[in-house]
């Protein structure tokens, strides 16, 4: 490492030493443009001297030492909303959570909290079952280890009761695979992190500010004004904008209803 950028580290570790800081921090700190200050800071990331999170604060990662682990997830925490503080408050409260008892959106929200919670696989040595955990960052290896051996030994049904358990289990499973559709087809659409407030409707975010909508998913050949009744109404409720996702091959009823939604071809 030449004198150049042994003068850099020295000033980059300083301003870290203080604590998380975002690229304009550290740009005005070594008196570099963004680009070249992001350059930088990605070699002595590649190198494992500094570290740098996955999500972003508005448009920069946090960029922190080993140490203040902890205070870049806290600082991160400011900018989740409502239903990704949610899922990280769940998670951290039980510790540790099967993939398959989170509902089709929390797992989808999940995929974007790579900086607060984990995965892994374990496996029943009695049964060869594998399972997939999601589990909060802070756990020690042998934390995480108790809490998933509590889970597969500490409540074991008996054979009797398994032979039981089985085809609610299935049921189950198929349940969750038709949800994971409907998240699909509504990512396919552009509407982000969906919380379902009712059978067939959801809020969700869209667009680059990822404003809050509400949005139907109706699958039927001929709308009427009796399908634009309800979503119209939690529009209004929730102060936004709605669409209807449906592959209808034709629209009837109220021109001032239909005028409140907007209406959107997909197919299911």
């Not at 809490?147 to 085809?167: C, D, F, H, M, W």
């Not at 996702?245 to 009837?252: D, I, K």
């Amino acid at each position: 490492m030449d004198s150049d950028m042994n003068d850099l580290r020295g000033k980059i570790i300083g301003i870290l030493s203080r604590g998380p800081a975002l690229l304009i921090d550290v740009s005005e700190g070594i008196e570099r443009d963004s680009l070249q200050t992001e350059a930088i800071l990605d070699y002595f990331v590649g190198n494992g001297e500094l570290r740098k999170t996955v999500r972003r604060y508005g448009t920069s990662p946090v960029y922190f030492l080993e140490k203040d682990k902890d205070a870049a997830v806290a600082k991160l925490l400011q900018v989740l909303n409502g239903q990704e503080k949610e899922l990280v408050g769940k998670i951290r409260a039980a510790g540790t959570v099967k993939v398959d008892d989170l509902t089709p959106a929390e797992r989808y929200i999940s995929q974007n909290l790579q900086d607060f919670v984990k995965r892994i696989t374990a496996q029943d040595d009695q049964t060869g079952e594998r399972v997939e955990y999601i589990y909060y960052y802070a756990l020690s290896l042998d934390q995480l280890k108790e809490l998933i051996n509590t889970q597969i030994y500490g409540k074991r049904p008996s054979a009797r009761k398994e032979k039981t358990v089985v085809p609610k289990k299935s049921g189950i499973k198929k349940q969750l695979e038709v949800g994971e559709n409907v998240v699909r087809t509504l990512m396919s659409n552009h509407f982000e992190n969906p919380l379902r407030v009712d059978r067939d409707l959801f809020v969700c975010e869209y667009g680059e500010h990822r404003i809050k909508v509400v949005v139907q998913l109706i699958d039927k050949k001929k709308l009427t004004s009796r399908d634009f009744v309800k979503i119209a109404g939690y529009a209004t409720l929730h102060k936004t904008v709605a669409f209807i996702l449906t592959n209808a091959e034709s629209v009837s009823g109220d021109k001032k209803l239909g005028n409140m939604v907007t209406i959107v071809r997909t197919g299911f």
